[in-house]
């Protein structure tokens, strides 16, 4: 459940980022972050599909523990409304995560069980982000006005230049902040802290990635044995 909860926050923050275009607050870095605003929104546009690696780490500051997991992450831009996402996560074990449109669907071969709901259904007494997981203009502008970003600084990550911005939400909300580092070349988020509440915050970062490369909508379908115990709540 906890890795269940902690991917609505990852889709979540991943949708945003992506699309980020908002008012700026006065400040004295307003000009230099509106310039980084304005190429994160060039980039949106321009996103039609993307492949990437994902290294996915939850650290539980609490009880002291670390939960690492890797996988392929793929997107596709909404085309009549079905925005498309798949996480296939590789170690410690093998799960996928797909949404289509509204659709969310969530496979455990270790346990053979698949769960298929709604975005909406999905949310509730989760993280409530899954809402606002595709349709990415919409869900972007909705939550627009919902965060203070800061300009941070300048740094390597991952062998490359990329800037980093701190967010706040203005009110409420299941994580206190988030620091995500935005590459230099193409704009786009590689790596993303996000704070909880109560301390706990989990890093997401994005490697080998693949801009606009050609992904077939069958790729975000997801295959499962007939055997498979489906927990269908749509």
Request: glycine residues 8%.
């Amino acid at each position: 459940m906890r890795r269940f909860a902690t991917f609505a926050i990852i889709l979540g923050m991943f949708v945003f980022l992506i699309g980020a275009n908002r008012p700026v607050e006065a400040n004295p870095s307003a000009q230099l972050l509106t310039g980084i605003l304005q190429k994160m929104e060039v980039a949106h546009r321009n996103l039609k599909s993307l492949r990437a690696a994902i290294v996915q780490q939850k650290v539980n500051v609490q009880i002291g523990t670390k939960d690492t997991d890797y996988g392929t992450l793929l997107y596709k831009l909404a085309v009549k409304g079905k925005g498309r996402l798949r996480i296939d996560y590789t170690k410690p074990d093998a799960r996928t995560v797909a949404v289509i449109g509204s659709d969310f669907v969530f496979y455990q071969p270790r346990i053979n069980q698949v769960l298929k709901t709604t975005l909406a259904q999905a949310s509730k007494g989760r993280t409530g982000g899954y809402s606002q997981l595709v349709g990415l203009d919409g869900s972007v502008k909705s939550l627009s006005g919902s965060y203070n970003i800061d300009y941070v600084k300048d740094e390597l990550v991952n062998g490359q230049m990329a800037t980093q911005l701190h967010l706040v939400p203005k009110s409420g909300g299941s994580f206190a902040s988030m620091e995500i580092w935005v590459s230099n070349q193409t704009w786009l988020p590689v790596q993303q802290k996000i704070v909880e509440r109560n301390g706990d915050y989990t890093i997401v970062k994005l490697t080998n990635m693949e801009p606009n490369i050609a992904i077939a909508d069958e790729d975000f379908k997801v295959k499962y044995p007939s055997s498979t115990q489906v927990i269908d709540k749509i």
